[in-house]
């Protein structure tokens, strides 16, 4: 949650609008994916240490649903672990630096809409949520 944290003030800071734990066409669930002004969309995957990052396997599928491809950690985490074909960021719970940019690949029209759709449902859904609970209480 610390990475998470700063790298959502980071993004805030960029006008970058957000959703965590997004599920995927794939069946995979992306840690935060992020909307930009021109209908950008960036993926993070968020590494807490050595281990996390080496164990796992599951993010070039990532790739096949966003523009640009990030790894998140801290500065505990040592930088050149990650592969230098996706972006980097270091954060806390404050904030968050972007390292190193994410090379660009461009969604297909058909890929981009279905993500748009997935990312103002999931937001949507969630909004509702909160405002269910806050009448709840």
């Known amino acids: 949650m610390m990475v998470r944290r700063g790298v959502q003030r980071l993004f805030a800071d960029l ?7 997004l599920a995927l066409a794939s069946g995979r669930r992306a840690d935060l994916v992020a909307l930009g002004p021109s209908g ?3 993926i993070v995957e968020i590494k807490s240490s050595i281990e996390d990052f080496r164990t796992d396997s ?9 523009d640009r491809l990030f790894f ?3 500065a505990g985490v040592p930088a050149d ?3 230098q074909d ?3 960021i270091i954060a806390d719970e404050w904030s968050g630096h972007l390292l190193r940019e994410a090379p660009e690949h461009r969604l297909a029209a058909a890929t981009r809409k279905a993500m748009m759709l997935r990312f ?7 909004l509702l949520l909160a405002e269910l609970a806050a009448g709840a209480s």
């Open 15 to 21: 006008k970058l609008s957000m959703v965590p734990e």
């Open 40 to 42: 950008e969309i960036w």
């Open 58 to 66: 599951k993010w070039p599928d990532y790739r096949q649903h966003c």
């Open 72 to 74: 998140a950690t801290h």
């Open 81 to 83: 672990i990650f592969p």
């Open 86 to 88: 996706c972006g980097l």
């Open 120 to 126: 103002a449902r999931a937001a949507a859904d969630r």
